[in-house]
Each structure stands twice: as structure tokens, then as C-alpha cells.
């Protein structure tokens, strides 16, 4: 399914991101922490052509993620490399010629596109920028763009707020892949659009994944989504990675126990609505500076040890890791 | 029919914008029974928040809303003037938003909160007195009945003190102290993380089972209706298109609009190497189609579809939809 | 930040008479201060002792001043130099202000901060202090009363511009342009300043208003334009003097004065309205 014994498109290692909570004087004054780890000692790779799932709920750390990879935040810590290029501390001038292919698709269509800009302006900025066709040519790959993310051409003359959801997000596809790029991260991109546009949008996903071999990192909350596009499904939990898969062996021998909880929330018959306990397992502060594992709160497996330090990864077996102490119990 | 508790007829809704009225709820009929859960399942622009809205008259001033009869427990609720209306919502209806943060005033610590609903309700009878009296007691047992174990620690918390998902569940805990004879929830899960829904919506159910109320349920999610509802009404550009028990809607959609929407939502529960497409777009409520307003998007269309509205068929079961595939009679 | 269809917004304006009243005056004023002059039979500078003081009459609508000049005709040629000073010395205070604001909120960290305690102070000033004090150390004169007008209003547009373009610059549009490899300067003015003119916009107008203000008051107080040549504040600076025998020199001009600045700031005021999302009515969705 997926060329192995290749180098990796994208090597993450260690990777640390924080965010600062207060600023200046407040945080001289106050006691706690002066940061929020978002995400927290993450390493992956991506293959060439894979399409990576990164799962979690809100907060979890993979946007932030996604957006670090792609430079938009600076990692505290850790390397994040292209093509074997350390990408991690070149600054924008220097970062420009990869800028081109490490491209985003967001999650809310609507403000990911100017609102004063027509999509021809949003299409053709990145052809001409980087000089990718002449400038003669430019609206013939307008054209192309447009018809590949399945519009008609005469959209070129919109603005953002005369189209739907599902149109807006189809412009926003076609003007990441202007730029021919090696790594497209998509950040939850169905979950603003209505049920029946979903589906149109996850099969644009597939068919263009499939035409053009591009590598994905695929954002979702959603395990039923992630298990229709990816290959692989990497599971989040307040910003540790603690269980990465293929997606079908994720999904028939799950080790984390979140994981397991996640999976749980999938069957949809109305039996499961009984079995659900109802009490409030309070789910992890992440700006409480806690050293022990972060699922400790909610897991039924939590051992003493937990406690102590959050678990290291831990391969299950090649390819299928897990960041847990007791995942051969579960 | 004695025991419905809401009944609406004909009501249509909308907002006068520019000089013109655009209508976004059409003819919507819906009966809710005590002790009965029912979903209004919609995609956005559907008008499925609108109905629950204009039913209690929590649109914005340039809204425009008529109905042909709304009955609540045998009140016409469109005699009512602003004020006995206003009442007669603080005392019987509860309502359950998106954000429940809406709910909470924020100077007040949760303690407050229940003990108002307390004593709000103690006219209601001798028994609601003596609980009012013995209110604290009463309050923390509610919350350890929605799942709150340490509830006297989370009385003394204000709101913003309170997760989205401890908040909501303060918020049934209200409700439950609030006894009322119908409940309007509108997407109240949508904010929270999947395994919080779960435990949140089983709360619901719960909380209905105990006060025997009539719950009109309003969601996108054709899971959750599926899990929880006892009938749904599904709609599409501000008409119902379909209505039936979930359980015959779920395993035998009529409407070609809930055959795909059904399709497209819960086919990802199994490993599929495609997911079937509705084409198209929603239409925008100032540009409806002439006729069936699913037509352009219909695969089974037909010329007679573009000719006029399809009015409401009954299959007879409770179920009925609005296509001319089962236009018999 | 949804885009306001020009349809709508001539509706918007048909429905909020304030912005049309205010409209409607700033167009008046305009065009008497553009076309009015040439219409004049009378010179706005030349003396005629022959009809010193003279009040309102079918020949002088506003009167003569001392020197016998046409009141009206320098009250036209007045405002218009009034207009331009103020709108010379608001344009270079919102270049400079917006350039600074952007560039803080866009760079962050001790710029920021440095810069921004450096507008909390201009602004604790009041402002015809500040203009006043910006005077004393530049001296006397036309340049001078653009220069004050500007650095007056630098600390407005720099604190609106770097406020708007805080909140505009982590839309996802924005780091989509910084994905495809922009650089900050072309972020700057094609993703991010067209999505925060129209609160600047506004300022401007109201900016506008204000300039004419503290032009009058430096040139009244003989600090700006010199005379004979006409400006509001001269004028009054004029007509008080002879307020006793020809009232009608200052209370004219004032007039005059006010509702100019009565124009602009409605149209603004009602613009500020009309371009805030949140004080639109919410339209249905």
C-alpha cells in the first residue's frame, strides 16, 4: 500500500511546542506554569505518498502540530526535517523554496480565503509568485485548478462570500495543489461543511490523493473519517502522540487505552448509549504542570507508576507504536 | 390526543432584511408527546434551529413568524401576549443550547443557580416547598446524579471555573431540578469532545426517562438522532421533508434527501472504499427551486418534480414524506 | 468580515439618516469649497474701504469684515484651506500611524512594546496641548499646523492599526499567504490592509473633523496660517475683535465652522455603524 525502505518525506523528532499563558509582569507574579505545552515530545515520519491520520479531541495538539510542521509556529524544541533538510531554524528568506511545498488546507473555508479577493487573485498569487508557469499562461491553469477541484471556470470571478461552504473549500484544495506541493496538511477540512457535502469533499481528497501521489497529514476528530482517507492514524491526547498505526490494524487491535475509549464512541447503536459511564472523569489540565502520565485521570489501567512519568514510546510491533506501561494488560 | 404536549401547525418563519421578507421555515407541522423524544435533523440553512426558536419566541426583533395553531398542554400559545408568555416559559419550558456557558449568569457562583430554580419551583406544590427548604441537600444530590461526585466542591465554583462538559452537566442538573413539561435542545453536544458526548447524551436520555417531559431534540447529527430519538423530522431548505420512529426512517428512508444523507453520514461507520455523493449544493432560501426543492439534487427527478411542491404524503405508521414517489393518493 | 455588497450598503445608507445627513452636508461643503470660490464675484484678499463692516445684505450674504473683504467669499476660500491643511495633516498622520501600527502587531515582541508605550504617551496628552507644544518647538506657519495635525494623529491610527491588524493577521488567509511565501511587506498590504481600511476609514472622517478644529484653533490663536490669507481660525481671530460692530464676521465663520465638522463627523459616526459587523442587524443564516 505504502512504499517503505525509502527515506522520509517529512521526519519529526522531539518535537516541543509551547505557548506562553501570561506575559510581562503577570507571569513574574503568579504562580504555575508560564507555558502550555501544546505539543510535547512528538516524533513521526511520513512516507512519500502516505496519507497520515492525526486523531484527537480539541486541544489534543495536532493542529498545532500541522502548523509547526509547516512553520507557522516556532518549536521550542525537537527537528522537524524535509526530504532529510533540517527546516526546523531557517528563517523565511532561506525557508521560501520549500514554502512552496508544504502547503494547508484549514478548517474553516470561509477565512481561509481574502474576503476582498476574487479566486482568481487567490489562485493566480502563487503561480506568479513563484514564477511556477508564464504569466500568459496563468489563466489556462486557473482553468485547470478550478475544473480539478471540480468548479466550473467561471468561478474564477467570485468573491469568497458568494459561495457555499463546500465551493469555498474546494477553491481553498485547488489553491494548495497551484503549487504542486510535496506535503499538503489539512487541517479538519470537512468538519465546518454540511453532511452532504462531506462526502463530495472526503472523495475530492481521495481521487486528487490518488492522481497526483500527494503525501498527506490528514487532521481530523473524527476516526471514521480518518479511516476512510489514511493509511496510517497517528491518536493524540493533550499534546502527546500515544498510539500511531496502520489505520486497519489501529482499528482491529487497539493498545492505549484512549484509543480504546475513542474506538468505544464509534458504535452508533443505541445500546452503547447505556454502557457509557456517566461520571466525569475530569479530563487532564494542560496548564497544570503534572509530570505522570496525562491519561492517568480517566484510565482504567492507571498503575502507581502512571503517576510518576508519562510513559516513552513503545513499538508493539514494527510500525505500531504505543506510549503506555500497561498496554500488554489491555 | 391528550397527551401531546406541543402541537404546531403550519408554522412558517423567517426575517425581514432589506425591504423584503425571506422566509427560511415553511408549513412545519410537529407533534411531541409527553415522555416523548423528538429530533429535528437538518444541515445548516435547514431551518431546523429557527422552528425550535420561533416556537419560543426567541427570534430577533426583525424575524416574522405565523403559524395556523400552536398548542402547549392546551394553551394557544399564539393568544398569548409577550409577558404570559415569557412566564409560562420560565415555569414549564427548559432550553438547552450549544453553549451552555449562555445559561449560567457569571457574577454567581453554581450554588445560586440551583438554589433560584429551587425556590422558583416551589409553587408548583407542598412537596416542591419542603424541597426548596432542603435545597443544598437536594442540589448535590442532582449533580451526583448527573455525574458530579463532588458536587459541594462545585457549588462554590463560578461558571468559568467549569469545563464545557461540567457546565452542560450542571445545566441538566438544573433542568432536572426545574421539572418542566418540555425541554428544547439545540445542538447541545456540538461543542464538546466525542467521549464527553457520549456520556453527556446518555444524560439526556436519562433525564427524560425521570421527568416523563416532552424533549424536542435539534441536531445535524444523524447519529445522535439515531441514538436518541423517538421520532425525527427531517428537513431540508425549511420544510420537513420526511417524518417517521427513527428506528422505520433510519432502516427504510423514503426521501431521497435522508437516503443520502444516511448514506453519506453513516456509511463511514464501515470500511468503505467510496462514500456515495449527494451532488450539489443547499439552496439558498432566496433562490429556492420552483418546485421540489431537492430536485436539482435528486437522482430519481423527474419533469413533474420541477412543476410544483410535492405536499406531504402519509405512509400510514406515523411515517410520512414529502416526494411524488409516494405521491399514491 | 463578511463583504458588504454595494447594494446593500446604498440600502444602509438610505436607512440610516444619520450617515445621510452627514452625507449629505460633507458633499455640500465640499462643493462649496470647490466651486464656490470661482462663482465669487469678489477677491477673497482685496480691501474696499468703501464697505468696511458692512452687515447681510443681497450683495454680501455674510457681510464685510473690517477690511470691507466679501465674508462669504473668504469663507469659502477659508474652509477650503481650512480642509486642506486638516486633510494634509490627517493623511500624513494616518500613513505614519497605520505604517507603525501594522509594522508592531506584525513584528510583535519589544518593537511592539517599545513602540506602543511611546503612543500611550503622545496620547495622554491632550490633544491641543500636544498641538500646541508641537508648535513652541517648530515654529509658526502652515507646515507646522500639517506637521502637528499628523502627530497628533499618529498615536489614533497606530493603536486602531495595529489593534485590527492583530486580530486580521491570525486569519487563516493570512497564514495562507504566508504558506505560499509572501513576504511581510506584500502580506501587509494586500492580505491584511484591505480588511482593516474601513475602521481606519472612519477614523479618517472623523480625523478630518477634528484637524479643521485644531487648525482653527492655532490660526486663531495666530499660531498658523498668517494673514490676509483666509482660513477659518484666522477669520474668528478677526471677527472677534470687531465682534462689538459687525457681529456677523464671527458668528457667520463659526457657523460655518460647525457645520463642517457637523458633517463629518455624522458621516463618520453613521460609517462606523454602518461597517461594524456587530452593530449591523443580524441578518438570518
Redesign the interface.
Known sequence: MTPRDEAPLLAVRNLLVRFRLRQGMTAALSKGPTYLKAVDDVSFDVRRGEVLGLVGESGSGKTTIGKTILRLYKPADGVIEVNGVDITHLGERRLKPYRRDLQMVFQDPLSSLNPRHTVRTALATPLLLHAICRADEVETRIDEALSRAGLPTNFKRRYPHEMSGGQLQRVAIARALTMSPALVVADEPVSKLDVSVRAQILNLFKDLQQAFNITIIFITHDLRVARYLCHRIGVMYFGKLVEIAPTEELFSAPKHPYTKALLGTLDESAATLEGQSAVAGEAFNPAADTVGCRYFDRCPLRVERCRAAHPSFEDVKSGHGVACYEWRRS | MSDVTLSVRGLDA??S???ST?M?VRDVDLDIRKGEMVGIIG???SGKT?TGMSILRLL?D?AVTHAERIDFLGTDLLGLSAEAFRELRGRRIAMVFQDPVGAFNPAKKVEWHLKEIFERSAAKSPAHVDRAKNWHGAAIQLLKD????HGADVMHLFPHQL?G??LQ?TLIAMVLAFEPDLIVADEPTTNL???????I???F??LQNRLDCAFLFIT?D??IA???CDRIAVMYAGRIVETGPTKQVFADPKHP?TQ??LA??????T??E??????G??PS?TDLPPGCLFEP?CDFAKPECRAKLPAMSDLGGGRGVRCVLYNHA | MAAISLKATVFEIRRNRVVATGLAITVLVLFAVTVGPSLSPYDPTKMDFTALLKPPSWTHPFGTNSFGVDVLTRVLYGARNSLLISFAGVSLGAFAGVLLGMTCAYIGRWVDATAMRFVDLLFSFPIFVLALMLMLILGFGVQSVIIAIALVYVPNFARMARNTTMVVKSEPYVQAAQLMGQSALRIMVREILPNIAAPLFVQFTVGLAFGIIIEAGLSFLGLGVQPPTPSLGVMMADGKDYFHRGPWVLTLTGAALTVAILGLNLLGDGLRDLLDPRLRRRSAE
Do not use: W
Open positions: 423567517g426575517f432584511m432589506g425591504g425571506v427560511v444541515e445548516s440553512g429557527v430577533p426583525n448527573v455525574g458530579i461526585p469545563s462538559g461540567m452537566r469532545d466525542n467521549i464527553v458526548e457520549r456520556q447524551l446518555r444524560l436520555r436519562d445535524h444523524m447519529s439515531h441514538m436518541l434527501y443520502g444523507l453519506s453520514a453513516l456509511a463511514l461507520d470500511k468503505t467510496r462514500l456515495k455523493e449527494i451532488p449544493e443547499l432560501p439534487r
